[in-house]
């Protein structure tokens, strides 16, 4: 789907940030697909960009604290999650996903593992 036919997701904004070679996981309750403007910090980047987004609604013992739900941006995670997340069919299902960041930004790539499906 064209980025500029995409909702816009509602802040806040809950940027999924990891480190080179950190590894997050956490249960997938419930998705949305749609955009989001960013800020990037890596040098040379534009001061703001309007980019794809996957909101991954997460069970609050995995994030205690509001909002209980993480924005992936990355343009090489973004595709990973959106094919594993509509494969599993959440919902009505949950998913356990580890995600690890590869490199740093702006070519860091991502390893996407699903753990288990409930």
Do not use: N
């Not at 997460?58 to 604290?65: A, I, S, W, Y």
């Not at 069919?89 to 070519?107: M, S, Y």
């Amino acid at each position: 789907m064209p980025l500029e036919e995409l909702k816009e997701l509602p802040p806040p904004y809950e940027i999924l940030e990891l480190e080179a070679e950190e590894e997050r996981c956490f249960t997938v309750v419930q998705w949305e697909y749609g955009k989001i403007v960013i800020h990037p910090r890596w040098p040379g980047a534009p001061e703001k960009k309007v980019v794809r987004c996957i909101r991954m609604h997460v069970e609050e013992r995995d994030k205690p604290l509001f909002p209980h739900y993480w924005d992936a941006t990355a343009s090489t995670l973004v595709p990973q999650l959106l094919a594993i997340l509509s494969k599993v069919g959440v919902p009505p299902h949950k998913a356990r996903i580890c995600i690890k960041k590869i490199g740093v930004a702006p070519k860091a790539r991502f390893q996407v593992r699903l753990v288990r499906v409930e």
